[in-house]
């Protein structure tokens, strides 16, 4: 089993920054593929990043591409979301997500989920 604590969200101006951080607890966290999501209301959950495990190998989602970094520190068990030039389309839950294989873009390839944590950004 794995918990995972995001935390970082909350209210920016467009053009701003964020970082959400989410933290990870009950398994050997450098074993373990990451992933971001959100989901906007009325929406279905999208991909925003990802990073696998031992490797460190990245992909974003186009929406995301040269504004978003994702990043992972195995030490400290927590994976992050720099989140740079913000857009209002960018509002929504975003979740942290985790799976002991491979994850990839899709919900449905992890495992593990966060609470989620509200990234509100205004115009």
């Known amino acids: 089993q794995v918990q995972l604590v995001e935390s970082g969200g909350g209210l920016v101006q467009a053009g701003g920054s964020l970082r959400l951080s989410c933290t990870a607890s009950?398994?050997?966290?450098?074993?373990?593929?990451m992933g971001w999501f959100r989901q906007a209301p009325g929406k279905e959950r999208e991909f925003v990043a990802s990073?696998?495990?031992?490797?460190?190998?990245?992909s974003n989602a186009d929406s995301v591409k040269g504004r978003f970094t994702i990043s992972r520190d195995n030490a400290k068990s927590t994976v992050y979301l720099q989140m740079n030039s913000l857009k209002p389309e960018d509002t929504a839950v975003y979740y942290c997500?985790?799976?002991?294989?491979?994850?990839?873009?899709?919900?449905?390839?992890?495992?593990?989920w966060g609470q989620g944590t509200q990234v509100t950004v205004s115009s």
């Open positions: 009950g398994r050997t966290f450098s074993r373990l593929a």
């Open positions: 990073i696998s495990g031992r490797a460190g190998r990245t």
């Open positions: 997500a985790a799976d002991p294989t491979f994850g990839g873009v899709g919900p449905h390839e992890y495992e593990y």
